[in-house]
């Protein structure tokens, strides 16, 4: 029992305990845990939380032999020896459920290992951890690309799929999963010959050490010598002997030339980035035309919402005729703000959007963040997302102690995610707070996910979940601005989804789905962080208790509006750049002479010569072809919003029919078929660019008061 936390139990603990004495069968529950809240604002909570050498020792994330960075070694032969014995019993099975299963245990003790190191990669601190996980990452994803076109392995599934009468007697998530392991194989060219089979293998293990090194590429700084630049601004970038580093697009800075140097410098192209690229997109056109599909957007977009190309062609047309007259409007809202401040350059570039559309926000709605910061605590923002769960969902979150090696850093801290009669669903182990050499990156990782294993249990999903907030002070919590609170919330979306995507397969659990619908909960958390009802419940100044008026929040929802089409359009260009270099290749031109055309096409705001933006769009790693997914699944979430919450976003009888339409059967259902289910309709192209646009009005109410 952790000191300061002997209280009475909360409501949904002691209904949780009551569930499990009278034998409901969920897991069960520690009666150590401590309120959410006092973990993350309590500096004394948070040094107990480090653990201590009388809780014992483990390593990482609790796996035994994840104690050092050779452990990474150990954990990949064992998962490599079990994996071997899986595929030896899967084509010796008969056809029925039971290949499912074993194909899943095969996919679970893989990802078990590859997961985990995916997150240590990039995010432990000691660099032997970062590089025994990425040794592990490479090994498991050459394996599976081996397994992937496996003929004797595939031949066991497909006597499965043959078989109709035991086909009709799976239920359909089994019949779902066997169909998505398929799909697996063909798109790694299980039909062609072993040749063509070798060749796809390579061409996936190359791509797979092509995006790690255009990654990699995306985030370095560039150096130019320091007498190019006035002294005056010299200060803005980081000193190396005669030379300056840039590493980033410094949008925020006030000093206009310093914002130009930065995009220029920084977007500058680089020789090597450039081929490493090229030669990505022409590796995925090889490996999408081998295995039988026009282009890799093709294959891509095989089982999303979207289904293809020509549909996402549609819709980003549509919705950017939508967007042309208001963003149109928005520019010249910035022409004039800058003309104001800076009348002997007043011309709007690329580098000045982020940044003047700021200055308008500020300026209409008197939007400082560091009035909103001390209602914002950590902890108290903690404790709105547990309120908020429990009465939409019946859960509560509850802080853990952790032993001694199972957390890479110090300040991690691990949660329980307890429903009021299921028990323990899972955990969740916050890494929040900024170090040295961490990525500025907020995301959620899945470490292990949620599947019911062979003896009748539920192996309990674990994820992670990354942001960069400032630490506390002497004299202050950590103080999130609104947008980190929104990135907290849209985070925990996620969170959720893994926690309550509780399918039998680990194949399909949780965020294990296609990704134009992944980030609809994520960003529906979002809808609920605006709201005045929902915020309401938390915000209080950390120093007085005051709570934060409603007219401020009014005024921060509205302030988001301005400037919003321009920020829409811009996100419409990235998603049509990302389109056109994963189409029809060979590509008619240079990746930037076709990222000048479709700026001037998609955005509006002029190219900038001897620049290569396209070298910096990290997102074409993970997101390849299908970067229009933040704009689809923002049309479901807003769409849901409105007809499920805006009313109440606390009724619970909808966040009941959330979790059972959308949340809870991870990938294991059709995602259409998902929100057909929340929305009792079948969205068309049309329903999506309706739905972005119509967020991007104004409330007449708040409005008219502020004016």
């Known amino acids: ?60 994330f609790g796996v035994p032999e994840l104690s050092c960075p050779e452990g990474f070694q150990e954990a990949q032969d064992k998962a490599l020896q079990e994996s071997e014995q899986l595929v030896q019993e899967a084509c010796s099975t008969p056809p029925g459920p039971e290949t499912v299963m074993i194909f899943d245990q095969l996919s679970d003790g893989l990802c078990r290992v590859a997961d985990l190191a995916d997150f240590v990669k990039i995010a432990h ?8 996980a990425e040794e592990a990452c490479r090994n498991i994803g050459t394996v599976v690309e081996k397994l992937n076109t496996d003929v004797e392995l595939c031949q066991s599934l497909r006597r499965l799929l043959a078989d109709e009468i035991v ?43 092509l995006c790690n090194e255009f990654l990699t590429g995306t985030h370095l700084p560039n150096k130019i010598d320091k007498h190019v630049l006035p002294e005056h601004i010299r200060y803005n970038f980081t000193a190396e002997g005669n030379y300056l580093q840039v590493a980033g697009l410094h949008a925020d800075c006030p000093d206009d030339l310093v914002r130009e140097a930065a995009y220029k410098i920084f977007l500058y192209p680089n020789a090597e980035q450039l081929s490493r690229l090229e030669e990505l997109l022409a590796s995925r056109n090889s490996l999408a035309q081998l295995v039988g599909y026009d282009t890799f957007a093709h294959r891509a977009l095989q089982g999303t919402m979207a289904k293809n190309p020509e549909i996402v062609r549609q819709f ?73 769960f429990s009465q939409l969902l019946g859960i509560s ?23 009021e009669t299921e028990g323990l669903l899972g955990y969740i182990y916050c890494d929040f707070f900024q170090r040295p050499d961490k990525p500025h990156q907020d995301c959620h990782f899945t470490v292990r996910g949620g599947r019911l294993r062979e003896n009748g249990e539920y192996q309990l999903p674990v994820v992670v979940l990354m942001l960069s907030l400032p630490h506390s002070t002497r004299g202050a919590p950590t103080l999130l601005s609104p947008g980190m609170m929104e990135n907290l919330f849209h985070e925990m979306g996620h969170a959720m989804h893994s926690m309550l995507g509780r399918t039998r397969y680990q194949h399909v659990t949780g965020t294990r789905c296609p990704t134009d619908f992944a980030e609809v909960p994520s ?33 921060l929802c509205e302030s988001k509006k301005v400037c919003a089409a321009a920020d829409m359009q811009l996100q419409v260009f990235y998603a049509a750049l990302d389109q056109i270099y994963h189409g029809k290749h060979p590509l008619k031109k240079s990746t930037t002479e076709i990222l000048k055309e479709t ?97 991007l009005d104004h409330d007449f109410e708040t409005f008219i008061m502020d004016s």
Not at 37 to 57: C, T, V, W
Not at 348 to 371: C, F, K, Q, T
Not at 547 to 554: C, E
């Open 1 to 60: 029992m952790l000191t300061g936390c002997r209280r009475a139990l909360p409501a949904a603990l002691r209904r949780a305990l009551r569930a499990r004495a009278a034998g409901q069968g969920c897991r069960a529950v520690s009666t150590s845990w401590c309120p959410v809240g006092a973990a993350f604002d309590a500096k004394q909570q948070q040094q107990q939380l480090r653990g201590s050498a009388a809780s014992g020792e483990t390593g990482l």
């Open 125 to 132: 601190p000691d660099f032997a951890f970062r590089e025994a």
């Open 167 to 209: 086909m009709s007697s799976l239920d359909p998530e089994t019949r779902r999963v066997a169909e998505l392991f398929m799909f697996d194989f063909e798109i790694s060219g299980i039909h062609l010959d072993e040749e063509k089979r070798k060749k796809a293998v390579n061409l996936n293990v190359r791509i797979l050490d």
């Open 316 to 388: 980003l047309e549509k919705l950017s005729d939508q967007l042309s007259k208001r963003t149109q409007k928005d520019f010249e809202m910035m022409t004039k703000m800058k003309m104001k401040l800076n009348p002997q350059n007043s011309k709007l570039m690329p580098w000045d959007h982020p940044y003047y559309s700021g200055v308008l926000r500020a300026e209409r709605y008197n939007i400082d963040p560091g009035l909103y910061c001390p209602f914002f605590s950590l902890g108290a923002c903690m404790e709105g997302l547990n309120s908020l």
């Open 397 to 419: 979150l509850y802080a853990e102690q952790t032993q001694r090696g199972e957390v890479w850093s110090e300040d991690v801290r691990k949660l329980a995610v307890v429903h």
């Open 523 to 555: 960003i529906l958390m979002e809808y609920f962080a605006n709201d005045y009802r929902v915020v309401n419940q938390f915000a209080r100044h950390y120093k007085t208790g005051q709570p934060l008026p409603k007219n401020m929040v009014s005024r």
């Open 599 to 695: 700026q001037e096409k998609f955005y509006g705001l002029p190219y900038v010569p001897n620049t290569a933006w396209q070298l910096r769009f990290s997102h074409l790693v993970g997101y390849g072809a299908k970067y229009y997914s933040y704009l689809m699944s923002r049309a479901v979430a807003s769409m849901v919003w409105k007809q499920c919450f805006a009313q109440d976003p606390f009724d619970r009888a909808m966040g009941e029919r959330y979790r059972r339409e959308m949340l809870a059967h991870g990938g294991g259902k059709e995602p259409i078929l998902m929100v057909q289910g929340m929305l009792q309709k079948s969205p068309s192209v049309e329903d999506f660019v309706d739905a972005l646009v119509s967020d």
